[in-house]
């Protein structure tokens, strides 16, 4: 998964197609985690552009999206947030959520 700059995420989350961006700060364990979940339901989805950040590094991008802890997946289509989840759960979980917007 690609490490996303702060004019990355403002560029990919204003674009029409499917983005999904992930925010984690290292030190959390439940993002290492969610972060290997993520890997594998990215190689399900080739087509949907995925991005990561360290929210550390960007905490303008918590306000702006509301963000309340991490790890934290954002699905963003045609410039708005339509999912939000905190809780990842399973890969299944994740491809399930990710596939009705793909």
Not at 12 to 30: D, E, K, V
Not at 59 to 81: D, R, W
């Amino acid at each position: 998964m690609k490490e996303l700059t702060k004019n990355d995420i403002v560029r990919a989350s204003s674009q029409p197609n499917t983005t999904i961006l992930y925010f984690y700060t290292p030190l959390c364990g439940t993002c290492q985690v969610a972060g290997k979940m993520l890997e594998i339901v990215e190689q399900i989805f080739p087509d949907i552009a995925f991005g990561k950040t360290d929210l550390n590094y960007v905490p303008e991008m918590a306000e702006m999206f509301s963000i309340e802890s991490v790890p934290c997946l954002l699905i963003i289509k045609a410039g708005e947030v339509q999912e939000k989840i905190y809780a990842f759960h399973s890969v299944p979980y994740l491809h399930e959520l990710i596939s009705k917007y793909s």
